[in-house]
């Protein structure tokens, strides 16, 4: 009962108050969501959810608490990176896969120390950004290189490496922003300045549209009974309430006084979110600047990094499956009470088996950016976002900068879903 | 069976003996703990630059040509900061500038007391202090040369291997002049390797 208690709700299935009042802009109240979702989380998600309040913090302005929780997380990750703990493996393979603490995706880790170079800009610790910047180049290097032609169109991120030249650029490090800029133009070429001036007087602004998709678990459950040379039964299929009758090699139907076994075949899919914004555009002094152009599809990414991990997930779907239904029938030629016991505890194990749904749930479906050369002195930018048929479906805070004392004023608006 | 149940108690027994312990460790003996910039590297840089210094002689060239006095310094802001680590780099400065001062080769000026210094000086200024025995305005020293440098890394991660190279440079310069009375580098490289299960 405490297993079936441990995995009833899934990490999809407990964000999904915070995720929406955060996509709503309600900020403060997707924050106590997760000050509680914290605070109850075990130590194997811990960390996730101080990823998402890490982020809501950011979208707030709180940088620092933004800065303390991505970074506690970031180093939790590093120190887990790459190891294996034997108990989690076991438990992961005998209960569910959400038994191992949370270890994420590359785009993930890169995405962390991007929002952390941005807490530590937009807070005006420009040293901390740059030591940002030195660590989100590093992190670019190691989680792309190698990866294939392809592969890198998919799963590079390119705002990390857009958020990395305007620091060199800030810096006035030409020739490595020019470095960034050039791996920014293989993926996302429309993003990428025409020129590179670190003396010209710009305005960056970035902002988020639409949701991370996000993933479910999807099972497939039922049971089976051999009756002499026939294999009968029924399953259920993902979304269906009406179970499926199977009866192999005979037609003959099941009874409560023969031994069956249960099974349950758990695995996780990604599913893309709706989006009610679909552009958006840059409102600057009263006027429109134009369309905000696409620098990152971080929904494609999450999903090319999903479908990459697919095989070896289903693969280890199968073998939980197999290792349960094993366990049913394992006391077959033993004593009634070792009998009794393993079937109660394979029937136990499948029935708790859940797919890990576990990923970034604040991170944004698409990253888009406006650049204009912008005269000294006090203005104020806005950005409204648009639905499919060309209607505003939600307007940012205006905010106010004045372009006196550095040439390159860099804007975050969390945006819209 | 019987020894698996006195195992486990003895486990039990063990974990419960479990507490906060400290342990004063010795600074001069401390050595890293990972790859990352570690308070074992602070002492490994002060030692280096200072033993460099003290071979250079421009401080004993100095006090030569100036009739033994010493030169009066500045500290950068801070030693610039280029490697990938959220590093508190003054330390760095002020842990070189006092053994400089201890070991009677500069003066400096202090750049961080210059409010404080200012306030003190209206305030003895004024009529609450005995103006025969207050502190002068106009008696700031101006610094002719100033300390500074830059710590850089090289990081190379592979699965559990983590690789890392730092270097800090150094050096003095001439404020009136701009030349470069001192330089030196300290460099290290650490690597460390993760085991594959936590």
């Known amino acids: 009962m405490a297993l079936i208690a441990l995995s009833c709700a899934t990490y999809t299935a407990k964000m999904e108050f915070s995720r929406d009042l955060y996509y709503m802009g309600r900020y403060e109240e997707a924050l106590a969501g997760l000050n509680n979702l914290a605070a109850d989380a075990s130590g194997r998600d811990y960390y996730l959810y101080l990823l998402e309040r890490g982020k809501v913090n950011l979208a707030l302005g709180q940088y620092d608490s933004a800065i303390v929780d991505l970074q506690a997380a970031e180093r939790r990750f590093l120190d887990i990176e790459a190891t294996r703990s034997v108990s989690e493996m076991f438990a992961s393979m005998l ?12 785009h993930e880790k890169i995405m962390i120390s991007t929002y952390l170079l941005l807490a530590y800009w937009l807070e005006g610790d420009r040293e901390g950004a740059f030591v940002e910047r030195n660590r989100l180049v590093e992190r670019l290097d190691r989680y792309t290189k190698g990866l294939s ?14 958020v990395a030249a305007l620091m ?18 293989l993926v996302s070429p429309e993003a990428a300045p025409p020129v590179i001036d670190p003396s010209l007087r710009e305005l960056i602004v ?9 993933k479910v678990s999807t099972e497939i459950r039922g049971y089976l009974q051999k009756d002499g040379g026939a294999l009968l039964g029924f399953f259920y299929l993902p979304g269906s309430t009406e179970p499926q009758a199977f009866a192999l090699a005979g037609l003959n139907s099941l009874t409560l006084d023969k031994p069956g076994v249960l099974f349950t075949f758990a695995f996780p899919q990604c599913i893309k979110q709706r989006r009610t914004a679909v552009y958006c555009r840059l409102v600057i002094d009263g ?9 990152d599809d971080l929904e494609n990414t999450a999903y090319t990094a999903y479908k990459k991990d697919l095989p070896l997930t289903l693969l280890a779907a199968a073998f939980r499956t197999y290792l349960k239904t094993v366990a049913q029938t394992a006391g077959d030629d033993k004593g009634k009470e070792t009998k009794i016991a393993l079937d109660v505890l394979g029937k136990t194990l499948a029935a708790v088996d859940r797919a890990d749904t576990r990923s970034w749930q604040t991170l944004p479906a698409e990253i888009r950016t406006f650049r204009m050369e912008c005269t000294p002195g006090a203005h104020e930018v806005f950005i409204k976002y648009y639905g499919e048929r060309g209607e505003v479906v939600s307007i940012s805070n205006t905010v106010k900068f004045s372009l006196d004392n550095t040439p390159k004023q860099i804007l975050f608006l969390p945006g819209a879903a | 069976m019987k020894l698996i149940v006195v195992s486990i108690m003895c486990l039990a027994l063990v974990a419960g003996c479990g507490g906060t312990s400290t342990k004063e460790i010795d600074i001069s003996t401390d050595t890293a703990e990972s790859s990352d910039f570690a308070s074992a590297d602070l002492q490994r840089i002060t030692d280096g630059m200072m033993s460099s210094i003290a071979t250079n002689g421009f401080f004993q060239q100095y006090a030569a040509q100036n009739a033994g006095e010493k030169p009066v310094m500045l500290l950068a802001k801070e030693l610039k900061n280029n490697t990938d680590e959220h590093i508190n780099t003054r330390l760095i400065l002020e842990k070189i500038r006092t053994r ?12 961080q007391a210059f409010d404080l210094a ?3 000086l209206n305030l003895q200024a004024s009529d609450l202090y ?3 025995k207050a502190a002068q305005i106009g008696r700031f020293v101006g610094a002719k040369f100033v300390l500074r440098g830059t710590i850089s890394n090289i990081r190379k991660v592979e699965g559990r291997t983590n690789i890392n190279y730092q270097n800090v440079t150094m050096d003095i310069f001439e404020v009136e002049t701009l030349l470069i009375k001192w330089t030196d580098e300290v460099e290290f490289k650490r690597v460390t390797e993760k085991g594959s299960f936590r």
């Open chain 1, 287 to 295: 006027m429109n600047a134009g369309d905000m152009i696409p620098v």
């Open chain 1, 149 to 162: 032609a392809e592969d890198l169109m998919a799963l590079d991120v390119p705002f990390a490496r857009y």
């Open chain 2, 118 to 120: 200012l306030e003190q």
């Open chain 2, 100 to 111: 400089m001062v201890n070991e009677g080769l500069a003066q400096f000026v202090d750049d």
């Open chain 1, 95 to 106: 209960i569910n896969p959400t038994m191992s603490e949370y270890q994420p995706e590359a």
């Open chain 1, 206 to 214: 970035f902002t988020e549209v639409g949701r991370a998709p996000v």
């Open chain 1, 168 to 185: 060199y650029e800030v810096e006035g490090r030409a020739d490595d922003a020019r470095i960034e800029y050039e791996a920014l133009r």
């Open chain 2, 130 to 132: 005995d103006n025969t």
